[in-house]
């Protein structure tokens, strides 16, 4: 096998058009030595990636479909719609994700290197935690992308990724899912007891400390440790009324750009950690460019914002706020929660690169995390508590004919064991609903209230992470199995389990020697 330095260098110049092959070079012997803590702390800058997987993950989920041929679509968005192997280039693919994540890895590894040459004081270790935390959620990252969901009874045999922990110091073998999971979970622990926002200038863009119990709580409810991940939620939202989003003022604004500008404004908050990445993903969801492969109205229509709810449906009969501040085609229906930022680089041939801010860490997310693992636990009401919680920040009390609903156990199975389940493959709009089956991945869901608190918790982080790629880790996690419809061709199903929702190592870490993803030789 060949040899991998699967490390990037901490200090590498990084350029957005060609970041591609900086992944096998080693740190300069004349680097730059990082001997202070205002040094540690200006490095860290650089220890989180500046790349994201949100468009291929939101692409590979149920959260678009075909519109038909007589749209236009991107190369990598149909590969990413068909479960194929993504072979471009570009910021959004494969390849840059992969790159700019190690480079965030190697960044905490060289910043940690030098803080263990200071002083052991609380300053230093706040910046270790910081660093600890960075290098962990590139890997968690990672392994969301490129692996599968973390399954107990699979972890020892499902491939991880190779955790480097020393500054160019090469890690050539992949390891395990449950190897990749412990050094995530050792790094979170041993970060945790010592956060700090002191040393933050500009605390919304980097680990403050409800960011990391954010990160933590999330962490753990994927790797199903459902005690932990409501201990780390509470962290952040306290035992009483928690702080959401008023997502009710966004009706005042004028449009587009002030609902998109106030949804990523640091004084939002409910807004805990901001990651910003080179990406067209703002753009996917409203260019005619990408009309083909999207959030069409169809899906709008019967499976996401307007679909039939415990809080109603359609855009009039529906006190979800979000159902009303929806724009644009029938091909492309968006919420405007992240939209492009254009960095024009040349004034005058206006060119320049596309950015996207994603909240990344949110207290509504984390408040659903919360809901997830109480409901896991058994803790009904106390699930169906924050369930209400959500609802009341994202309901208006009266839209129509539907009124805001206070959701009991009675009120719960009266509404889900009314709805069709979804078949597989979906042939007919019509068949679309809320309610698709549970295969949960290496866990168990009992039938009845707990099935059901489930799917409309589902449901829920649909709606909350519509855009940012989660939706389709949920349904890696959930064994959810969907349908891609193609004008003119039989549907593609995604089944529990499928292989491809790890995405594909890209191609040159594979030809340098890296085990690729493997793939049922049965599937298309």
């Known amino acids: 096998m060949k040899r991998i330095n699967i490390f990037i260098m901490a200090l590498a110049t990084l350029s ?11 740190l300069p012997d004349d680097r730059a030595e990082v001997n202070t803590p205002e040094k540690a702390t200006s490095l860290l ?10 468009f291929l993950l939101e692409m590979s989920s149920d959260n678009v479909m075909d519109n038909g041929k007589q749209y236009t679509t991107q190369i990598n968005q149909e590969m990413a719609y068909r479960w194929q192997e993504v072979v471009t280039v570009g910021n959004d693919d494969p390849r840059s994700i992969w790159n ?6 190697g960044t905490a590894n060289e910043a940690l290197a030098s803080l263990a040459k200071l002083p052991d004081n609380a300053s230093n270790q706040a910046l270790k935690a910081e660093a600890l935390l960075c290098r962990a ?20 045999t499902f491939l991880g990724l190779p ?10 073998e992949r390891g395990t899912m449950k190897q990749l999971y412990e050094n995530i979970e050792a790094d979170i622990e041993a970060a945790l007891p010592y956060v700090s926002d002191a040393h933050l200038t500009v605390p919304k863009y980097h680990f403050n400390s409800a960011a990391a119990y954010a990160f933590a709580a999330r962490f ?57 990445a080179y990406s067209i ?45 929806l724009y644009g085609t029938n091909q492309t229906i968006y919420y405007p929660k992240m939209l492009e930022m254009f960095e024009i680089t040349d004034k005058v041939n206006s060119t320049g690169y596309a950015h996207t801010v994603d909240a990344a860490f949110t207290t509504d997310e984390t408040l659903l995390v919360r809901a997830e693992a109480n409901a896991l636990l058994g803790n009904t009401e106390a699930s169906l508590t924050d369930i209400n919680y959500w609802i009341n920040a994202h309901c208006k009390p009266v839209a129509g004919t539907a009124t805001r609903p206070v959701m009991t156990e009675a009120s719960l199975n009266d509404f889900f064991n009314k709805i069709t389940e979804v078949p597989v493959p979906v042939k007919t709009d019509k068949e679309r609903t809320i309610k698709k089956p549970l295969h949960p991945q290496g866990f168990t869901v009992e039938e009845g209230t707990q099935t059901n608190l489930i799917y409309l918790i589902l449901q829920m982080r649909r709606i909350e992470t519509w855009q940012q790629g989660l939706r ?29 929702g790890a995405i594909q190592l890209p191609a040159d870490v594979v030809t340098a020697g890296l085990e690729p993803n493997p793939r049922e030789t049965t599937n298309k």
């Not at 957005?16 to 080693?26: F, I, P």
């Not at 700019?100 to 890895?105: F, G, K, T, W």
């Not at 702080?243 to 640091?266: E, F, H, K, P």
């Not at 307007?306 to 979800?320: D, F, I």
């Open 220 to 276: 753990n409810l994927y790797y199903l440790k459902f005690d932990k991940a409501k201990q780390y939620a509470d962290k952040v939202l306290g035992t009483g009324t928690p702080t959401l989003r008023d997502v009710a003022m966004y009706g005042n604004l004028a449009g587009v750009d002030d609902i998109g500008n106030a949804y990523v404004r640091s004084g939002e908050n409910a807004n805990l950690m901001f990651q910003t």
């Open 281 to 325: 993903n703002g753009r996917a969801f409203r260019s005619s460019s990408f009309n083909r492969f999207n959030h069409g109205r169809s899906i709008v229509s019967y499976e996401t914002f307007w679909a039939v709810s415990p809080w109603g449906s359609g855009s009039s009969n529906n006190t979800l706020y979000e159902a009303r501040y």
């Open 137 to 156: 959620y590139a890997m968690f990252t990672l392994g969301n992308t490129f692996c599968m969901s973390y399954n107990p009874n699979k972890a020892e």
């Open 45 to 54: 800058v650089s220890a989180y990636s500046n790349h994201s997987p949100a």
């Open 472 to 500: 389709f880790l949920d349904i890696k996690r959930y064994g959810l199995e969907i349908t891609h419809n193609l004008d003119g061709e039989d549907p593609l199903v995604f089944k529990a389990g499928d292989l491809r």
């Open 163 to 172: 955790y480097p922990k020393e500054p160019g110091v090469s890690v050539d």
């Open 16 to 26: 957005v058009a060609t970041s591609c092959d900086s992944y096998l070079d080693k």
């Open 100 to 105: 700019s994540a190690y480079i965030a890895v």
